[in-house]
Structure formats: structure tokens, C-alpha cells
């Protein structure tokens, strides 16, 4: 069960509006019995601790209210999966096959991932806290009220991925490609570093600070084909 929260960003952030973040209250659970995933697997209420789920095949399946702690995630088949008022901790795993499933009223901490592939996701009310993603591949995934907080990203690809409402807080944003996207109350104010390689003519709809701003400039001007001569 989830009670969302109504409250927006941070005091002083008003030239944007907030992501609106879940407040996961689980229910007792029941720990996992083991076995192997099933595709349109149904889970309902149960813990998954220090599981190796590698290579298994769980596609189209629903988790709903649970808990995954410490759990390998390697090639894991989950396309078309429904995670919904659920936490997941301490994922660890490299080529985790998430496209086209929905993550709704989710805490994603800590995480180590590489290579996750969620395009043509729908993440909403989704908060993603700590640890590290490398090549988190987003394209044409639709993005709602979602924050990216303390964590890093590594060359993540937001192409022709829509965002409203998301925000980057103490977040390092590395080599982000926004190429094609649609940005409506995105903001980027926390993240440092703020590096954008494909995409700039796509940020109408996001904010910045001064700082980046001039961070950026060298990129900006190269995109728009002004020379910048001493």
C-alpha cells in the first residue's frame, strides 16, 4: 500500500514544479520461497533477499508491494514488468532487461546497474537514490514525477524520452544524451557535474543554474555553429 505524498521540490525551486515523491508503507510480507521467476509471474507481498535472479525469465510479470534486497539482476528477462508500491535495494547485476515495463510508486536505492534496458519504460512516482548506473539506456521511455537523488548516472539515454516533472538532486549527470527529447519541469539545478553531449535544442522546459549555464556554453555554442574566438 502506498500513501503518495502531495508536496513539491524544495522551498525556493518555484520556477519549476516539484516531482511529486512516492511514500512507500508496506504490509507484512512473506519471504520468497525460491524457485526461478515465471513469465507473467504474479508477486504480491513477498521479500526477495539476497536472491540471485541472473538470466532468469520473468517477462510480463507483476511485483506488487515488495521488496528486493541484495538481489543479482544479471540478464534478467523482465520486459514488460509491472513494479508497482514496491522498494528496491541493493540491485546489483549488468544487462537487465526492463523495456516497456512500468515502474509506479517505486524507491530504487542503491542500486549498481549496467547496461539496464528500459526503453519505452513509463516510470512514475519513482525515486532512485544512491549508487551508480552506467549506460541506463531510457530511450522513448516516458518519465513522471521521478528523482534522480544522490546517485550517479553514467552516459545515460534519454533520446526521444519524455519527462515532466523530474529532477536531478546532488546527482552527477554524466555525458546525458536528451537527443529528441520532450522536457516539461525538469530540473537539472542539482546535478554536478551537468554534462549534456546530444540534446541541448531539447532543454525549453528545464532549468538550470547560472553556473551550468556557463558550463555548458562551449557545448551550446558548438551546437548553434558559433565560433568563440579570444
Not at 176 to 200: M, Y
Request: aromatic fraction near 4%; charged fraction near 30%.
Amino acid at each position: 500500500m502506498v500513501r503518495r505524498a502531495t508536496g513539491g521540490g524544495p522551498a525556493g525551486r518555484s520556477a519549476v514544479k516539484g516531482a511529486r515523491r512516492p511514500e512507500v508503507r508496506l504490509p507484512p510480507l512473506r519471504a520468497w520461497p525460491g524457485g526461478e521467476l515465471e513469465p507473467d509471474g504474479d508477486y504480491d507481498g513477498l521479500e526477495f533477499r539476497e536472491t540471485d535472479l541472473a538470466g532468469q525469465d520473468g517477462v510480463g510479470a507483476r511485483f506488487m508491494d515488495c521488496v528486493l534486497t541484495g538481489c543479482a539482476v544479471d540478464e534478467t528477462g523482465l520486459g514488460r514488468a509491472r513494479v508497482l508500491d514496491s522498494v528496491l535495494t541493493g540491485l546489483r547485476g549488468v544487462g537487465t532487461h526492463l523495456a516497456e515495463s512500468t515502474f509506479r510508486d517505486v524507491e530504487v536505492v542503491d542500486a549498481r546497474l549496467g547496461g539496464t534496458q528500459l526503453h519505452g519504460a513509463v516510470l512514475e512516482r519513482v525515486v532512485v537514490r544512491g549508487g551508480k548506473l552506467d549506460f541506463l539506456n531510457l530511450r522513448e521511455a516516458r518519465l513522471k514525477d521521478v528523482v534522480f537523488e544522490s546517485c550517479v548516472l553514467v552516459e545515460p539515454d534519454f533520446a526521444g524520452a519524455s519527462l515532466e516533472r523530474v529532477e536531478f538532486v546532488d546527482c552527477a549527470l554524466r555525458e546525458a544524451d536528451f537527443g529528441g527529447a520532450t522536457l516539461k519541469d525538469v530540473d537539472f539545478r542539482g546535478a554536478a557535474p551537468l554534462e549534456i553531449v546530444r540534446g541541448l535544442d531539447r532543454l525549453a522546459g528545464a532549468v538550470i543554474s547560472t553556473g551550468q549555464l556557463l558550463d555548458l556554453a562551449p557545448v551550446l555554442a558548438a551546437e548553434l555553429g558559433i565560433r568563440v574566438e579570444g
